[in-house]
């Protein structure tokens, strides 16, 4: 894991996108920036061991920004696809946060209003007034912000309704058990929560044409899982883009 300081440098970093598209699942909304990290010598390294040592070492802002910036590049060839990056904690106590973010999409040029983060509750919850305050910084700027996987953590409803979201995702946990009277009644009430106060619905983890059956009939406005996409590169995005989704996964299947 030492070798993680140096990865960037040596090119070892690559990002993968999972879409996230329309509830009838025809139609690619946005798409989700996911780092990868290949050793040269281990090979591939799972996002779930690196990600907490970057977190651990100082590593976490040096890798969240260069995540950013190659999304920002990567999506300036997709007419107007929004791409969602995900903000660790660490990185949103940081007081230069902000100015890097703005200063990445000068740099690159990309429209703040196809640029969406995801924050999770724990970054939240953390530091609510610092977390409050750059949000609000970012909104201003009409950069969207995404609560990443809802219902893990400990975001109250105050916090739901005070700070300036666009977006809510449900987190897979729920979405594996919708066969399960809890779990369902869970969904429901976190997607009419999310309308009633003006929010879009992301569902997460979404696996299998039970689960969208489901999601779609519970109101949720957008779906992201294995059972549409698994994350692809940059070029497999732009394809998407070119052709549509639909023929796309028209296209994937017949090869």
């Known amino acids: 894991m030492d070798d993680l300081a140096y990865a960037i440098e040596r090119g070892e970093l690559t990002l993968v996108y999972q879409p996230q598209v329309t509830a009838d699942g025809t139609t690619l909304a946005s798409v989700e920036a996911l780092a990868r990290w290949v050793h040269p010598v281990r090979g ?13 070492h100082g590593l ?37 946060f902000v100015d890097a973010v703005l200063a990445i999409v000068a740099e690159t040029g990309f429209p703040t209003t196809r640029l969406e983060l995801e924050i999770t509750e724990g970054a939240v ?3 609510p ?3 409050e305050a750059a949000m609000r910084r970012l909104r201003a700027r009409k950069i969207r912000l995404a609560l990443d996987d809802f219902g893990t953590g400990y975001t109250s409803l105050a916090y739901l309704r005070r700070m300036p979201w666009d977006k809510v995702k449900i987190d897979k946990s729920f979405i594996d058990d919708v066969g399960f009277v809890t779990s369902a009644a869970i969904v429901h009430a976190v997607v009419a929560l ?19 059956r489901f999601l779609r009939v519970a109101g949720c406005h957008y779906l992201q899982g294995f059972y549409f996409s698994k994350p692809v590169p940059a070029s ?18 017949a090869a």
């Open 129 to 131: 007034v610092t977390a």
């Open 236 to 253: 497999a995005v732009t394809r998407m883009v070119e052709i549509g989704f639909q023929a796309y996964q028209a296209e994937r299947a």
């Open 194 to 212: 999310g309308r009633a106060i003006g929010l879009k619905v992301t569902a997460e983890g979404v696996e299998t044409r039970e689960q969208q």
């Open 60 to 96: 976490i802002g040096p890798i969240g920004l260069w995540t950013l910036r190659q999304a920002c590049r990567d999506a300036l060839a997709w007419n107007n696809l929004s791409v969602a990056v995900n903000v660790s904690p660490l990185q949103l106590r940081d007081p230069d």
């Open 125 to 127: 919850f953390d530091d």
């Open 44 to 56: 591939p390294i799972s996002p779930a061991l690196f990600i907490p040592h970057a977190e651990a």
